[in-house]
Nanobody, 124 residues
Framework: VQLVESGGGLVQAGGSLRLSCAASGRTSSTRAMTWFRQAPGKEREFVAAVWRGGYTYFTDSVKGRFTITSDNAKNVVYLQMNSLTPEDTAVYYC???????????????????WGQGTQVTVSS
């Protein structure tokens, strides 16, 4: 499975961005698509996930501001980010896994496929 992110950029606080993750290859083997982010000097952290059944999960800090959707026909997952703050500044990564379970979906080590990342910078 190959993953390619796009849509990052520079935005002012309070603004919005939409990230896209295009998947190719054996996408039918993946159980969920997930977004992580990593700020400078910090560990990679879970942001949001969408499972094949449509269930979505978010980290607490983005609930109510971010939404995650998937277009299964196009094999694309979107992360709509609203009301952005400087604390959202990070490199955002798309990840997929074929052996995921809900109890471990927040762990980067549970994923076997990663995109190259896209930078999101929120200015104050």
């Amino acid at each position: 499975v190959q993953l390619v992110e796009s849509g990052g950029g520079l935005v002012q606080a309070g603004g919005s961005l939409r990230l896209s993750c295009a998947a190719s290859g054996r996408t039918s083997s993946t159980r969920a698509m997930t977004w992580f982010r990593q700020a400078p000097g910090k560990e990679r952290e879970f942001v949001a996930a969408v499972w094949r059944g449509g269930y979505t999960y978010f980290t607490d800090s983005v609930k109510g501001r971010f939404t995650i959707t998937s277009d299964n026909a196009k094999n694309v997952v979107y992360l709509q980010m609203n009301s952005l703050t400087p604390e959202d500044t990070a490199v955002y990564y798309c990840a997929a896994g074929s052996s995921l379970i809900i109890s471990t979906m927040r762990e980067p080590t549970a994923y076997g496929y990663w995109g190259q990342g896209t930078q999101v910078t929120v200015s104050s």
